[in-house]
């Protein structure tokens, strides 16, 4: 059974982020994405996160939304632009057929990126661990933005939250780069 974490005592100490305004350049990057197939339930969600020559981490940019398949895969795509080539994508791959065939479409879609599909493996809270770690010592800091918030909000009510799907493309995220060496 599923221990209960309080609203602010739970995985995130929301007092441990801190906002900033401009980030060192010369980080590496990462697109993570958390998909939802309807406009109905879950949300989709895409984190943009930074690894620093420091080992500390920075949320640049969050994008959230209820679309169908066709139109969050075009968000995908043009969020993909504005990030630009060099930054990868990672995508959780949910199991079975329906997962694999979402993210080859997703894969097709965006030639010219790095991107792949990584299959999820543990439950949330097992795979926010490791992130959680990192923003209770003050190691991960997010870009000032609109989306700070409701981003904040999620995090500190994880895992009982109404929504999780900017925890895990953060998770998915922080997998990637803290397995990379800097430069």
């Known amino acids: ?68 398949p066709a139109q969050r895969d075009g968000i995908i795509r043009r969020t993909a632009e504005a990030d630009g080539r060099g930054v990868p994508v990672r995508i959780e791959q949910e199991p079975g057929s329906g997962g694999i065939a979402q993210v080859h479409a997703i894969v097709r879609n965006l030639q010219g990126w790095s ?26 800091k997010i870009l000032a933005g609109n989306w700070n918030e409701e981003f904040l909000s999620e995090m500190e009510a994880f895992p009982n939250g109404k929504y999780l799907d900017q925890v895990d493309a953060m998770s998915l995220c922080f997998d990637y780069l803290s397995t990379k060496r800097y430069g």
């Open 1 to 68: 059974q599923q221990r209960p974490f309080p609203r602010g005592g739970g995985f995130f100490k929301r007092d441990s982020v801190e906002v900033v305004e401009h980030v060192a350049e010369n980080r590496m990057m990462v697109r993570g994405w958390d998909l939802a197939a309807s406009k109905t339930g879950k949300r989709t969600a895409g984190v943009l996160m930074s690894k620093g020559p420091d080992d500390s981490y920075v949320v640049h940019d969050v994008v959230m939304g209820k679309w169908e």
């Open 115 to 140: 991107v792949e599909g990584v299959k999820a493996t543990g439950s949330k809270e097992v795979r926010a661990d490791p992130v959680a770690s990192q923003v209770n010592v003050g190691n991960v």
